[in-house]
């Protein structure tokens, strides 16, 4: 069974500052999503990683993914009180077409 | 990308009704879930609802408590039966196409209090 663990679970940190969100999960997947979801809202999609290897940015965010590893991790640079909104990582299970959520980091950014 | 409509977008309901959320997708597409988000939580899988056939419940999800309905490729009902302050969440109606990247949209969702 194809479990997601996101880390860490809260983050607060200044403008300016850089952070890293990593999202492992437990068995082979091919794909792997990320996801915003500000206050009261549904989720807003982010990024698309289909391959091992593959990297996209956009804006201060950046993910990647290795599936050797089997963790994908989303990159802040230079954060912006913006940036405040809770992310998910979301693994789609290979075989069985299920999308299994992460736990959630929760990033807080103080001006 | 796929637009998805979903309400109610939320209701006050009492203890022991049952209440159907409708999804309508603006596009044929392969696969729709149901989740659920409990306050505070992540997203946990409710069901895959299937075109012309019973859904696929996960486990700690029953038909006789979540019945789902897909009787084509655009729309779906999910309906909380029996309902218990417990029920109380967001549920969120997502859909996907297979044959593309397997980005999963999903609606505004549909905030449910239980009283």
């Known amino acids: 069974e194809l479990k997601v663990e996101q880390n860490p679970l809260f983050l607060s940190m200044q403008e300016g500052k850089n952070y890293t969100i990593y999202c492992n999960y437990s068995?082979?997947?091919?794909?792997l999503y990320w996801y915003r979801q500000d206050p009261g809202k549904s989720l807003e999609s982010l990024f698309v990683?289909?391959?091992?290897?593959a990297v996209k940015q956009e804006g201060r965010l950046m993910a990647s993914l290795d599936t050797k590893a089997r963790l994908s991790t989303l990159h802040i640079t230079a954060a912006v009180h913006d940036l405040s909104a809770t992310y998910f990582c979301?693994?789609?299970?290979?075989?069985?077409?299920?999308?299994?959520f992460g736990t959630g980091t929760r990033l807080k950014v103080l001006a | 990308s796929a637009v998805i409509s979903q309400k109610p977008s939320r209701d006050i309901c009492q203890r022991g009704t049952s209440l159907t959320i409708q999804c309508q997708v603006d596009?044929?597409?392969?696969?729709m879930f149901w989740y659920r988000q409990q306050p505070g939580q992540s997203l946990t899988l409710i069901a895959t609802?299937?075109?012309?056939?019973?859904?696929?419940?996960e486990s700690g999800f029953v038909i006789d408590k979540f019945p789902i309905s897909r009787p084509n490729l655009t729309f779906s009902t999910l309906t909380v039966s029996n309902m218990s302050p417990e029920d109380s969440s967001i549920y969120l109606c997502?859909?996907?196409?297979?044959?593309?990247?397997?980005?999963?949209?999903f609606g505004e969702g549909s905030r449910l209090t239980v009283l």
């Open positions: 596009s044929q597409v392969t696969m």
């Open positions: 997502s859909v996907s196409a297979v044959a593309n990247t397997g980005e999963l949209f």
């Open positions: 068995t082979t997947s091919d794909r």
């Open positions: 990683l289909l391959s091992n290897g």
């Open positions: 979301a693994a789609l299970t290979s075989g069985t077409y299920k999308y299994i």
């Open positions: 609802a299937n075109q012309g056939s019973e859904a696929t419940y």
